[in-house]
């Protein structure tokens, strides 16, 4: 159960900051929001290798109940595991997207319903938060991804 819980921490979507911000800001947080769609998009195909290609060289997935999975090639195993898992519907909701230099801090809520084969539906919620990076090259990697699921996640049939 706790590979399958860690397997929502991939679907995101993108929304937008309501707080005032300067006009670079506003910018930099369109960067990370469309680098946010980008990360969903690979997430909903269950993808490995797009996938990891969305997180630092020592990007790191944080989830309830294992170990910490550190950089883009054990991330990429860790989702190969769900090969034939499909996504019937993930949705999120942003608190607030927060930029510092070269860091953003996307916080946001997040509604998901998967299917593994053989398995009951699963529908889940909660809160993440993504830590992203402005790499040399102009690009927003993942640097941490955290994701809490809150009661009230269920399996359906």
Known sequence: MPCRLAFAA??????????????????????????????????????????????????????????????????????????GARVDSAAVWPDTIEVHGRTALYWGSYFERLEFPGQPVSEQHGKFVAEWVRQDDGRWLIARLYRVPLPGTRETR
């Open 10 to 83: 991939f679907l995101c979507a993108s929304c937008t900051s309501g707080q005032s911000a300067s006009p670079d800001d506003r910018a930099v947080r369109g960067e990370v929001e469309r680098a946010m769609q980008g990360y969903e998009a690979a997430s909903r195909l269950v993808h490995p290798d797009s996938i990891a290609s969305w997180f630092a060289a020592g990007g790191i997935l944080f989830e309830p109940g294992i170990q910490p999975i550190v950089g883009p090639d054990s991330i990429r195993a860790f989702v190969a595991m769900f090969q």
